[in-house]
């Protein structure tokens, strides 16, 4: 899963980021509106963390620009102006929650895990294929019943293979959605990670079918 922040205090980005990586997201970061806005509209993500005043383009001008384009990600703003005429002014504009700052960070996870399962933006808490299971709020991760231990990009891994279930993925899709933005990420990488996921839900299951298929040229598929 991967989150955008748009936030001009690098402090409080950076906090936020440190914080979601270690919850297994990929995390990118704009310090201003402008860049927040094309990051927005040219990435795809999972979640937007939107505050709401910033340099360049503020949090309503960027919200209503990308609802305008029909960029339909979920967006949270976070601003430290807590009166009601904002946070009715935000949701009008398209903004699918508000949180105000200062905020705790367990309320700001409950809220980006609520709004990254809305039907339009996921298929479920429990994404499965076959006998494999990947529970999304507890990081539980089965195959036939038996629990399998993954490293944190594993599951961000094999959570976008399961949310892509039966579509041939490439491997650009791949550094696109599991890691940063600004990561430096070669397709040789995804190759090694998915080798490390393969060796996990697959080659310990030798009397099962594989679950993740490599279509030379293309990308990866599981079914």
Known sequence: MKILIIEDEAKIANSLKKGLQQESYAVDIALDGLTGYDMAGSENYDVILLD????????????????????????????????????VEGLNLGADDYLSKPFA???LL?????????????TGL??????LSLDTVTYKVKRNGKSIKLS??????????????????TKNQIIQNVWNFD??????TVEVYVGYLRNKIDKKFPNMKPMIKTLRGFGYRID
């Open 52 to 87: 709401l005043m910033l340099p360049g383009m503020d949090g309503m001008q960027v919200c209503s620009k990308l609802r305008k384009e029909k960029v339909n990600t979920p967006i949270l703003m976070l601003t430290a102006k807590a009166e009601i005429d904002n946070k």
């Open 105 to 107: 960070f367990e309320e």
């Open 110 to 122: 409950a809220r980006i895990k609520a709004l990254s399962r809305r039907p339009s933006q996921s």
């Open 126 to 131: 429990v994404l499965t294929a076959n006998n």
């Open 152 to 169: 944190k990009k594993e599951f961000a891994l094999l959570n976008y293979l399961l949310r892509n279930k039966g579509a041939i993925v």
């Open 183 to 188: 990561a430096d990420v070669l397709p040789n």
